[in-house]
């Protein structure tokens, strides 16, 4: 106390240095109450939570994520009141729960430069929320993510984004405690809001009523560019309601979505051109998310969904999601140019079904369906398809299937007279001579009519080939200028 006596009535001092001194929490306010009425003084360095900490009038940056610092939100008020400068405050970990919510806020709710503030893992639940409040409206990006806010603690939330005056663009709530009533809250807020661009809330207790409220909210938005809900366990049904909330009033080719698809995180923007799903565990439902996914963004030329594993149900609504998704545009089809099915095991069954889907998707060139247990009937259907329509399919991987020489003789057709097809797979498979006589048969049937396009290859390494038909595939590769790969006989 005497020192605070001291400096009120200094009039030159500019800079003080009192880490180590154990000075109590009340007095350090009272040491930053001084500071602010004393227009000189620019630097004052002080120990909060026994880590020193330079307070400089001037400073734009105040980043004190540490832990331990209960009692000292009051402080942290102080220094808000005296650098009128900051922009940018890190406050993550600090543990000082609603209590501490509540004094931080008197120090910062009216700031003149605030644009960022990380108040995550700060213990703060709804009481918090409520207190801090007005910081949401008046600062840019608001992080509020590893507290325990709930639902009512999101209506808070969602009245200060709604305010009028409001100018939150980044709010991240991952991770706290919003069940679907919060949800609904916060869709409220959406709906009203003006400016904001991107919300998070991953990781909170959302369900499908909840997920639909904010789908609704996102789908309306004029302004909101990103929503992220991942990490929440959501039924199939919600989540296709979110992605056909990508298709709103007005077209944005960068609004963005992130989801788990099923449980593993997935980024879905409208106009993104290639979507990795490999790895994922794909139902009947899902499948029908996927089709939401290939309607909500047409522009999506590459679909793998390699290592997969695909159900029969799911191949045969993968086949049909496939086909009506790429049929829509004017009445003709999508970009879609490749579809990779690597090991996703879909079966004979589900594999015919694709083929036939596949027959309106002219604009696929790579198809890979290798490793699917694929046998003759899917194999002489693929085949079919390719011989009566305008497919224009330029490289079909069919590795390591369960494909025999009736299979392979109905693809060599297939390959003899299809006008773009250059690269085929049919290695790893179960073909005798009988198949190895047919595809060189198809091969000197295409060298009649001109060889084929340059880079064209065709792959039969693995079958049991004698040499007279190893000869004869040679010989039948040189007349058609085509690469050859065959195992020695």
């Known amino acids: 106390p005497p020192l605070l006596e001291a400096f009120k009535r200094h009039r030159t001092l500019r ?3 009192l880490t180590g001194l154990g000075i109590g929490v009340a007095n350090k306010e009272g040491l930053l109450e001084v500071m602010m009425k004393m227009p000189r003084m620019a630097t004052m360095t002080l120990s909060l939570s026994d880590h020193p900490t330079i307070v400089e009038r001037t400073m734009t940056c105040l980043d004190t994520h540490q832990r331990n610092l209960q009692g000292w939100a009051g402080v942290l008020a102080n220094i808000g009141r005296v650098c009128s400068q900051l922009s940018k405050v890190d406050l993550r970990n600090a543990e000082f729960g609603d209590d501490g919510a509540a004094s931080l806020a008197l120090g910062f709710v009216d700031h003149p430069a605030l644009e960022t503030i990380n108040l995550s893992h700060c213990k703060i639940g709804d009481a918090g929320a409520k207190s801090v409040g007005g910081i949401v409206t008046k600062t840019r990006e608001v992080i509020l993510e590893h507290n325990f806010i709930a639902d009512q603690g999101a209506k808070f939330i969602s009245d200060a ?8 663009e980044i709010l991240k709530l991952g991770d706290n405690q919003v069940e679907d009533q919060g949800a609904a ?6 709906k009203a809001t003006t400016h904001l661009k991107r919300i998070y809330v991953s990781g909170n207790l959302i369900k499908t009523k909840g997920a639909k409220e904010l789908a609704t909210a996102f789908k309306a938005s004029s302004c909101l560019e990103m929503f992220d809900i991942s990490g929440t366990t959501l039924e199939p049904e919600a989540v296709r309601a979110l992605v056909n909330a ?12 992130h989801i788990s698809f099923p449980e593993q995180w997935t980024e879905v923007t409208r106009g993104m051109t290639k979507l990795d799903l490999h790895g994922r565990c794909l139902s009947e439902q899902w499948a029908g998310v996927l089709g939401a996914i290939l309607e909500s963004c047409d522009k999506i030329g590459n679909l793998d969904l390699w290592g997969s594993t695909v159900s029969k149900a799911a191949a045969t609504k993968l086949a049909d999601v496939v086909r009506r998704s790429r049929t829509k545009i004017e009445g003709v089809n999508g970009p879609l ?8 095991k879909i079966g004979d069954g589900a594999a015919g079904d694709l083929a036939v889907a596949l027959e309106t998707c002219h604009s696929l060139q790579r198809l890979e369906l290798n ?15 390719l011989k009566k329509t305008l497919w224009g399919l330029v490289d079909l991987n069919l590795w390591r299937n369960e494909i025999k020489n009736l299979g392979a003789a109905a693809m060599a057709e297939a390959f003899a007279v299809h006008q773009t097809l250059k690269i085929l797979n049919i290695s790893q498979n179960l073909l005798t001579d009988e198949a190895g006589v047919a595809l060189a048969v198809a091969m000197n ?3 009649e009519k001109g060889p084929f396009p340059p880079g064209s290859e065709l792959d039969v390494r693995g079958s049991r080939f004698s040499q007279e038909v190893v000869d004869k595939l040679g010989e039948g590769a040189g007349a058609a200028v085509l690469r050859l790969r065959v195992d020695p006989a």
């Open 15 to 17: 800079e003080v240095d």
């Open 161 to 168: 984004i709604s305010n009028t005056l409001a100018r939150t």
């Open 185 to 190: 809250n916060l869709a409220d807020g959406l």
């Open 246 to 257: 990508l298709v709103g009033e007005v077209r944005d080719e960068e609004k963005r979505l």
């Open 337 to 344: 140019i490749r579809l990779g099915l690597k090991d996703c």
């Open 371 to 385: 490793g699917n247990e694929i046998k003759d009937g899917a194999t002489i259907k693929l085949a079919d398809s």
């Open 445 to 447: 049937k295409r060298a």
